[in-house]
């Protein structure tokens, strides 16, 4: 069993940043592949960034390319997404995942493990 717990949402202007954290508890977290995934009202959950458990192949969804990076800190057990340039359209909630090396990383069903999420609000 893995724990997830995010934090570091909030409320930022349009241009704007924010860093994510979502810290792991109870099995090795190193032995885990890392995603982000996002759900605005109304619509599906989607992929945001993915990380493999090396740290070593990242992922990220066409829409937050250049703007959005993923990390890892393994002796800390935490995963970090440091988000810049934010526009209205980012604004969900944000749910970290951990998953056993994911096929496909950017695919939610990919994920066993999820946190509760944490708020993102973008203002124009």
């Known amino acids: 069993q893995v724990q997830l717990v995010e934090s570091g949402g909030g409320l930022v202007q349009a241009g704007g940043s924010l860093r994510l954290s979502c810290a792991a508890s109870g099995r090795t977290f190193s032995n885990y592949a890392m995603g982000w995934f996002r759900q605005a009202p109304g619509k599906e959950r989607e992929f945001v960034s993915g990380l493999s458990w090396t740290g070593s192949s990242t992922y990220y969804a066409d829409s937050v390319k250049g703007r959005f990076t993923i990390s890892r800190n393994n002796a800390k057990n935490t995963v970090y997404l440091q988000m810049i340039s934010l526009k209205p359209e980012d604004t969900a909630v944000y749910y970290c995942?951990?998953?056993?090396?994911?096929?496909?990383?950017?695919?939610?069903?990919?994920?066993?493990?999820w946190g509760q999420g944490t708020q993102v609000t973008v203002s124009s």
């Open positions: 995942a951990a998953g056993v090396s994911p096929v496909t990383p950017s695919s939610k069903y990919e994920y066993r493990y």
